[in-house]
């Protein structure tokens, strides 16, 4: 029995050193699962023990995002194991469970679940789980906030009106929850002409400093609009791994949450 203590307090201890940040969004298709997976090699590159959980448990990205689509996770005493990648990032989706091209056709529960077998696997040293949620405020959302609370949130948005008005509300979910929101991050904020130059703001300008400040909480940074990004996501190689311009963005967006 003391034995089995000895487990207990263990788990206990491992699970109290792991922090999870939660990356939110009010829309979908506004980059949350880009800059996730970007957050995650930044902090993985600067020293610290980083794993993903895709949350998002319909619209699986991150194994092609982070490059190891092909991988399946095992089970170790009735625990999936994290799939590695090459970034230093171990990483848990649906998308490795799943069949590319099955539809993922769940229920709430079953949706809680996924959820909590995806965040209680064997994440050994890893000290920060970043959860990659589906966008809005659905069963996901509250079934993190009932069983596995995060110690903060990231919110993502495009500086568009129609964006802005469904973060506002995805962050208000969590604040109502106890969770503070970290930050704001702005991305698809300007597009420069490949040929002129000139920088032109398809969703808007500002929108989400805005927010920011009358939620009280940082603009963590702002992202371009930029082919670069788009392809290097489909490619499974995050920018943040590399040197050049976005790649420095998400490592600056890094720094401050890391701070
Ligand atoms: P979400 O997780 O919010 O649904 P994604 O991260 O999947 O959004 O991004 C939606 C699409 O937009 C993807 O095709 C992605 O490659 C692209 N994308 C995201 N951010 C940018 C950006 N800053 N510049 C160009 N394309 C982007």
């Not at 995002?65 to 170790?76: D, F, I, Q, S």
């Not at 970290?182 to 002409?193: I, P, Q, S, T």
């Not at 398809?202 to 940082?218: K, L």
Request: with cysteine; hydrophobic share 45%.
């Amino acid at each position: 029995n003391e034995q089995i203590d000895d487990v207990r307090l263990a788990m206990t201890a491992e699970r109290a050193q792991r922090r999870i940040v939660a990356i939110g969004s009010g829309k979908g298709g506004v980059g949350k699962s880009t800059l996730t997976a970007n957050l995650a090699v930044a902090l993985a590159q600067s020293g610290h023990k980083v794993g993903v959980v895709d949350a998002d448990i319909y619209g699986p990205s991150q194994p092609v995002l982070l490059g190891n689509a092909g991988e399946r996770p095992v089970a170790e005493e009735g625990k999936l194991v994290p799939v590695a990648s090459e970034y230093g990032v171990p990483v848990l989706s649906m998308g490795h469970l799943v069949e590319p091209g099955k539809a993922i056709a769940w229920r709430g529960p079953m949706v809680g679940n996924a959820l909590g077998q995806l965040i209680d696997a064997h994440w050994g040293d890893v000290e920060v789980l970043l959860v990659d949620l589906p966008p809005g405020t659905g069963d996901v959302q509250l079934s993190m906030l009932q069983k596995h609370k995060p110690a903060g949130a990231v919110i993502v948005s495009t500086p568009q009106d129609l964006a802005l008005i469904d973060a506002t509300r995805a962050a208000q979910l969590f604040e109502t929850a106890g969770v503070p929101i970290v930050g704001l991050v702005e991305n698809m904020a300007g597009y420069a002409c490949p040929h002129c130059g000139e920088v032109s703001d398809p969703f808007g300008r500002g929108g989400v400093e805005a927010a920011a400040e009358a939620m009280g909480a940082p603009l963590l940074g702002r992202i371009p609009l930029e082919m670069a990004i788009r392809e290097a996501s489909d490619a499974g190689k995050p920018l943040a791994a590399g040197e050049g311009a976005p790649g420095a963005i998400f490592r600056d967006v890094a720094d401050r949450l890391a701070t």
